[in-house]
């Protein structure tokens, strides 16, 4: 039996098609459809409800210590005010999850775990969790809603103190006035534009994503969050990252710091060395959409397998994401992928396969 | 939903127009296009192409997921509409002006359901 998010009515209302996801019902889409979903946050702002995903507090004077030795990023001297993207590993260099960490205080961290994967990480930290330090899950008292594209800090103004509002990229604010209604705002978000996360009361959720639409924000469902994320190239637990892929691999050395005296996966990170499969992007150049799970070839040979794949609307081009064999990974190296028994060419190109113009 | 009169459907959501006796248009109808969401995509067979009734001969795409096209006759394809092939869009836009295939040598009809038939059969499976 899926849960409903503190939106279900409002989705419903606007038309939504509801569907099951991380065992929640969400809306896949609303009458507008996918693509003018997308297009409304490339080109305007677009609202979406991601109140699925999970959140847990991390307190106490070993609260840092402990993200340290857990996570792969660095979290000494962290700001105050700022959010750190991260992996959790396995021993073995494999994910867990992909996370982001807010400093909410000195000995405070809030931190925001993919909905699928929210109690296997809650369970991961606990078991892990050293020292004076607590882990809880507060899942259930948070809603969460995101605003995105150009238009979203013209639009948020409307309904917040502008001066409040977190500016840099990875920055947050807490105890925010949004149309009345208290909320932290980041300034992070999965689609490769600018805007916002607000994280909120649940109670509050319907009156500020009604206000939100109100203001002009397109509604958009989990159709549009792929599309959207993919153009972005940003990764989906499950298909870019996975216990048997390692951040390296993923292309994501920037949230891993190696020069940290120890971290769980470190030892395995530094056996691997050179990766010896990466993460590409894929631009079709014949016809057809490449999807995940798809052999990609260079004549006869196997060189690696797709990992997400879909038409991509602002690119005006089926695009895809996979690993391949290091010594194939070039950009402009033409391959083909199997899809469906058809061999469609395409060619590696640089990520992300979409770079937002203003 | 909008279901002409003057079409036959089937239970694949295929629409089929009959030019005559041995010659017929067929497309995806309104209810089709709705449940796939925006196409991105169409793979439709060539001309000369044999089809057989109940069996796939082309697929659509929507952003999320490949779906078959099932054809409704037996024959031979003696058109393709071309136009799809890069606006695949017009399905959605116009599901019974965008017809995708011409059959022509017609010697099998599958089950088709006329309007008001398809139209309970769509609301049954609605509900489903």
Known sequence: MEKKTPLYEQHVALGGRMVPFAGYLLPVQYPTGVIAEHMAVRQHAG?????????????GPDAEKNLNEILSNNFTGMPLGSARYTLMLYENGGVVDDLIVYRTGQ????????????????????????????????SAQVAQIALQGPDAAKLLATLAEQSLLPVKYYA???????????CMVSRTGYTGEAGYELYLA????????????AAGATPCGLGARDTLRLEAAMPLYGHELSATIDPLSAGLGFAVKLDKPEFIGKGALLAIGQPAEVRVGLKVTGRGIVREEEDVLIGEEKIGKTTSGTHCPAVGAACAMAYVASQHSAVGTAVEVLVRGRRVEAEIVPLPFYKKSR | MNFPKHLMYSKTHEWVEKINE???RVGLTQYAQDEL???VFVNLPAVGDAVTEGHSFGDVESVKAVSDIFSPVTGKVAAVNEELLDAPQKINEDPYGAWMVEVKDITAFGELLDDICYAAYCEAAQDA
Not at chain 1, 47 to 59: I, K, Q, R
Not at chain 1, 172 to 182: C, S
Not at chain 1, 203 to 213: E, G, I, M, R, Y
């Open chain 1, 107 to 138: 000995q405070k961290f809030f931190l925001v775990l993919n909905a699928a994967n929210t109690q296997k990480d809650l369970e991961w930290l606990q078991l892990h969790l050293k020292g004076n330090a607590a882990l809880q899950d507060i």
């Open chain 1, 202 to 213: 649940p109670k509050d959720a319907p009156a500020v994503w009604d206000a939100l639409v």
């Open chain 2, 37 to 39: 969401g925006d196409l």
């Open chain 2, 22 to 24: 041995t010659t017929a």
């Open chain 1, 47 to 59: 609202l979406f409800d991601v109140s699925h995903m999970g959140e847990a507090l991390l307190e």
């Open chain 1, 172 to 182: 947050f604010t807490e105890n925010v006035k949004v149309a009345g209604a208290v």
